[in-house]
């Protein structure tokens, strides 16, 4: 009942403060384990997504720091987040992130591993490719814009758009491959190419040079 009445006032907020395009949120399976690999924008990505997913359970990888402040604490200990050290490898963050792809949550992965705040793409980490080896979970790119600006226009009480779009679905397949650092790096590389996919030349940031031979590391499930 509380998540319900907290993910009601979260989602009614953020329609308020902003013009969310989500319609194609309803491109994400309504069950079975499913990692949400998204590009990471500001500090809005997350209670949108959870919120505009819901009933569907989404949890995910969040940097440690976010339970140093009370409200933040509250908010992702009731969405189950899983707080994450990023400056290690941290291998405990890896076991929930498992057992809630076991549990056929939804896990919310942002590749950069950090904020871009500006919207252009950042280099992807390795992590998210040592994950899906370890798990076989399928792979879902989301990506979001448009509301880079969003400080900007709250201090001129202007609403600010925010796109939501969402990609195919995918495996990374590894088999026959030696699972090298530079493989789970190409890896890595390209899942933020499926996202780069579907986001406006703009933003392509650091995916606008790198490219990756992708052939037989990405499989599509449709």
């Known amino acids: 009942m509380l998540l319900w009445v ?3 006032i979260i989602k009614c907020i953020t329609n308020l403060i902003l013009k969310i395009d989500d319609a194609e949120l309803a491109m994400v399976p309504d069950e079975g384990p499913l990692i949400a690999a998204a590009n990471h924008v500001n500090f809005l990505d997350a209670p949108v997504l959870i919120t505009h997913l819901y009933p569907r ?3 995910g990888l969040v ?7 009370p409200f933040l604490a509250f908010l992702f200990n009731l969405w189950e987040g899983i707080p994450i050290d990023r400056d290690i490898a941290d291998f405990a963050a890896f076991k929930q992130a498992k ?3 076991k549990d056929k ?3 919310a992965v942002a590749p950069e591993g950090t904020r871009s705040e500006d919207g252009q793409l950042l280099r992807g980490k390795p992590g998210i490719s040592i994950l899906a080896t370890q798990t076989e979970a399928p792979i879902i790119p989301i990506a979001y814009f448009g509301h880079e600006n969003f400080i900007q226009n709250f ?5 600010t758009p925010m796109n939501i779009k969402v990609g195919r679905p995918f495996r990374l397949n590894f088999s026959g491959k030696s699972k090298s650092k530079e493989l789970m790096q ?3 590389d390209a899942v933020m190419l499926e996202i780069k996919k579907l986001l406006p030349e703009k933003y392509h940031g650091v995916y606008s040079e790198i490219n990756v031979n992708d052939e037989g590391l990405i499989q599509f499930l449709d």
């Not at 940097?63 to 402040?69: A, G, L, P, Q």
């Not at 201090?155 to 609403?159: C, E």
């Open 57 to 59: 359970k989404t949890t």
């Open 6 to 8: 907290v993910n009601k």
């Open 186 to 188: 190409d890896a890595a």
């Open 63 to 69: 940097k440690k720091e976010t339970w140093e402040k």
């Open 105 to 107: 949550k939804i896990l």
């Open 155 to 159: 201090k001129r009480l202007k609403r």
């Open 99 to 101: 057992q809630a792809l």
